[in-house]
């Protein structure tokens, strides 16, 4: 099973911009899906974004949020620009095989990351 390590998130205030980081044990990029998903107190995990051969958001982010892959160190990066409060959640990679239609549900991935705290606020 792949192992998966976050790293990045912390404080930042409104209209500002972090980046998380999702480390691999091994390549994965061509094999795998790789996905962010997010989950705030009190609320269900729920789906970010992903990256295969192209990527795909969620519309709550949609124009924010970019993802991209490195390669050599096999780690895939959640770039987040103008959050807001309500982006204030703990964030999760994962690497998996779904098909199109069960990308953005969280069954669908095997390996985890630990999460990491992103919290927006003046």
């Known amino acids: 099973q792949v192992e998966l390590v976050e790293s990045g998130g912390g404080l930042v205030q409104p209209g500002g911009s972090l980046r998380v980081s999702c480390k691999a044990s091994e390549p994965v990029f061509s094999r795998y899906t790789m996905a962010w998903f997010r989950q705030a107190p009190g609320k269900e995990r729920e789906f970010v974004g992903a990256v295969r051969g192209s990527t795909s958001f969620a519309d709550s982010v949609k124009g924010r949020f970019t993802i991209s892959k490195e390669y050599a160190t096999n780690t895939g990066h959640l770039q987040m620009t103008n959050l807001n409060p309500e982006d204030t959640a703990v964030y999760y990679c994962?690497?998996?095989?779904?098909?199109?239609?069960?990308?953005?549900?969280?069954?669908?991935?095997?390996?985890w990351g630990q999460g990491t705290q992103v919290t927006v606020s003046p």
């Open positions: 994962a690497v998996g095989t779904p098909i199109t239609s069960t990308m953005r549900n969280a069954r669908s991935y095997a390996s």
